[in-house]
Structures are given as structure tokens and as C-alpha cells.
């Protein structure tokens, strides 16, 4: 009833349910130019374990497709997988794994129409390193002014393809690379 009345939305529901959709999500950052780490859906454990195995460092995160478990309503957060922690029972729905990205820390991206404010969220314990939901009371914030040009064009380009006009978007930032003395992070794009 509520997608029929003729207002102001900030977000159409029918364009954040699509936006919600992690496959769809996923390939339309990267054709909007952002970072993507290599991602597998699949229900097939020999597959999962073959694309694991491949990675550098033979780890990948595994993200649930939804939002609830088996059983009844509760979150599921990203788990870092390896090849010999797959089980048969993969082969019971679709998965996604991503490539596992060592973080310094974590950037919660807000755009507001033109917008975009950003803020650091720094892990304080081994939980919150790996998903930040894991453990809220271990976690600091720092504003972040400096949001990469190419993750600003991505976003807007994403926005655009969805027909959002606003969106909070987790990237994880990496410490590679230094350019004069100052760390110059690099954003994959992390959905949650």
C-alpha cells in the first residue's frame, strides 16, 4: 500500500529493494568503477573450495545472500572461511564468498543527494576486526574528510543506476601504499 501513494520519497521502496540485492549490488559498483574484491556465489562446495584455494592468501569472507538464519529471524555477520572449513551442506542454498581484505579500519559512506559524509570506524578487538557489528562497545569513530575521487564518482554513479538519493554504504580501507610520507588508503567496496 505504501509504494502506491503518490509522495516524496527519499528512496522509492522498489529501488532499495533492488539496491538490496547483494548480486545486483555488487555488479553495479563495479561497473560504477568501484573496488570490488573477487566474489563467487554458488552453491557448489568443490567450486567454493577452487575459488578459496586461489586466493593469495587462501581466505575469503563468506557473506550470507540475506538477512535472517535458518530457524528464524537473526543476523548473520561475515566469517572469514577457508577451503577446509567448507561443508557439504553449501550445496543447500546460494553463498557468496569474497576475497579476504586485511583492513585498518572501516569507512561508513552516507550520500544525501550530492552529499557525502563519511566516518572512520576503527576495530578495537578481534570480534569487531572482523565484521565492526560483532562488537559495537570496541569500536572508535574519526570523521573522514578524505574520501578518494574515484569512490565519489562511483557512489554518485551507483546512486544514479539505482535511482537512490541517498544511500550508507561500508568500505573497507586498506594501508597500501605511501606518497610523500602519508598512507594513501585504498577502498574495496565492503556491502553489508
Not at 553495479?28 to 568503477?33: F, I, K, L, V, Y
Not at 529471524?73 to 569474497?98: G, I, K, N, S
Not at 565492526?132 to 544514479?160: E, K, N, W
Not at 550508507?168 to 610523500?180: E, Q, Y
Request: charged share 20%; hydrophobic share 40%.
Amino acid at each position: 500500500m505504501l509504494t502506491s501513494l503518490t509522495c516524496t520519497w527519499i528512496n522509492h521502496p522498489h529501488h532499495n529493494a533492488v539496491a538490496d540485492c547483494q548480486p545486483v549490488a555488487l555488479a553495479t559498483a563495479a561497473r560504477s568503477g568501484l573496488r570490488v574484491p573477487p566474489t563467487l556465489i554458488t552453491n557448489d562446495p568443490a567450486e567454493a573450495r577452487s575459488f578459496i584455494t586461489s586466493l593469495p592468501d587462501g581466505r575469503a569472507a563468506y557473506k550470507p545472500l540475506g538477512n535472517t538464519a535458518p530457524g528464524g529471524q537473526r543476523a548473520l555477520w561475515t566469517t572469514p572461511v577457508t577451503a577446509d572449513q567448507l561443508t557439504p551442506a553449501v550445496q543447500l542454498t546460494a553463498h557468496l564468498f569474497q576475497a579476504w581484505v586485511d583492513k585498518a579500519y572501516e569507512v561508513r559512506l552516507t550520500a544525501v543527494d550530492d552529499h557525502l559524509f563519511a566516518a572512520e570506524i576503527h576495530a578495537g578487538s578481534e570480534a569487531s576486526r572482523v565484521d565492526f557489528r560483532r562488537d559495537y562497545d570496541a569500536l572508535t569513530y574519526a570523521t573522514c574528510d578524505d574520501i578518494p575521487h574515484t569512490v565519489r564518482t562511483g557512489v554518485r554513479q551507483l546512486m544514479s543506476a539505482f535511482r537512490l538519493r541517498y544511500v550508507a554504504m561500508d568500505f573497507l580501507v586498506t594501508s597500501k601504499g605511501v606518497v610523500r610520507g602519508r598512507r594513501q588508503p585504498q577502498w574495496p567496496v565492503c556491502f553489508c
